[in-house]
C-alpha cells in the first residue's frame, strides 16, 4: 500500500524537486496556505508580512517595520545563518500555524525561497 | 559716589541681571540628555557600541523601535523575558543562552539599575507599583503624551501608533526624546 505512492513519488522527484528531494512548489504553495489561529480566528499567512513574492520586500503586519526580500536571488545574505534560520522558522511557524513547522516543510520553504 | 562708580556700579548690575536671567531660563530638557547625544542608551558611549547593546538592538529592533532598558525597571522587564511566546501577541521566542544574555542586559540597564534623567523619572512616575509592561502604558509614558490628538497618532497613517517613536522622535536611535526634535508627519515640529 505504502508502496506504489512512494515508487511513483521517487519517480516524479526529478521533475519537481531540488536535488535534495525538496519540492519549491510545496513550498511556494505552503507560503501562501492561510491558517487559522484558534485563539483569535485571524487569518495568517507567510506571505501576509512577507509578500507571495520573496524578490519583494514586505512588511511586519502590526508594526510596519519593514521587512528585507526573503529571496537570496535579491538578497544575498537570506538563508546564510543557520541559527537565524531555526529561530525565526520556530516563531513564526508557532504563530502561523500554531505549531512548529516539519522538517520536510521547512525544506519545501527553503527550496521556494531559493528558487526565486 | 562720583560719576565713574555709578556707571561701573549701573553696568555691573546690567550685568549679573542679564546672566542672571541666563542662568535661569528654562530649559525642560536635562542635562543628562545632552550627555546622551549620540548615544543610544546610558550604557552607550559615543561611538562605540557595545557587543551586548547591538545584540538587543538586532534583536529586539527586528520588528519594532528598540526601546532603551531605561524605560522600565527590571522587574518589568523579567516579565517581558518570561513571556515572550507571546510577545503583545506575537511569537517572540529566542535561543535559551541569547534570552539569558538579552535578559541580564536589560536588568543591568533598568530604570533603578542607572542613573539617567528618563529612566529616573520613569521609575518615580511608578511610585513603588509593579507597573505595566507596555512602555506606552506607564504613567510617565502618558504624562509626557498626554497633549496629543488621535489624528496625530495612532490615526495618522504615517505613525500608526505610540510604539512607533522613530516616526516623531526623530533622535530616538540617539537616545534623545527631546521634544524640540519632534516632527510629526503630517503636522511638523511640535509647538507646544
Redesign the interface.
Known sequence: MIKLPLMIGIFLLPLVAQADGFSAAAGEEFWNRTFVDTGSGQERRCASCHTSDPRQGGK?A????PIAPMAPSVNPERLTDN?KI??WF???C??TLGRECTPREQGDLLAFLRSR | MNKTATIILILLALALLGSAGLALSDDDQDSDDDDHRKRWSRDAKPGVVSALQQQYVDECG???FPYQPGFLPAQSWERVMSGL?DHF???????AEDARQIGNYLRANAAGAVSDGVANRSLAALQGRQGPIRITETRFFRREHDDLTRRMVQDNPQV??F??CEACHTRAMEGSFDEHQVRIPGYGRWDD
Open positions: 511586519h502590526k508594526t510596519g517595520k541559527r531555526a529561530k520556530k516563531r513564526n508557532k504563530w | 527586528s520588528c519594532h511566546e501577541g506575537e511569537n517572540a521566542e529566542l535561543p500608526g501608533s510604539s512607533n
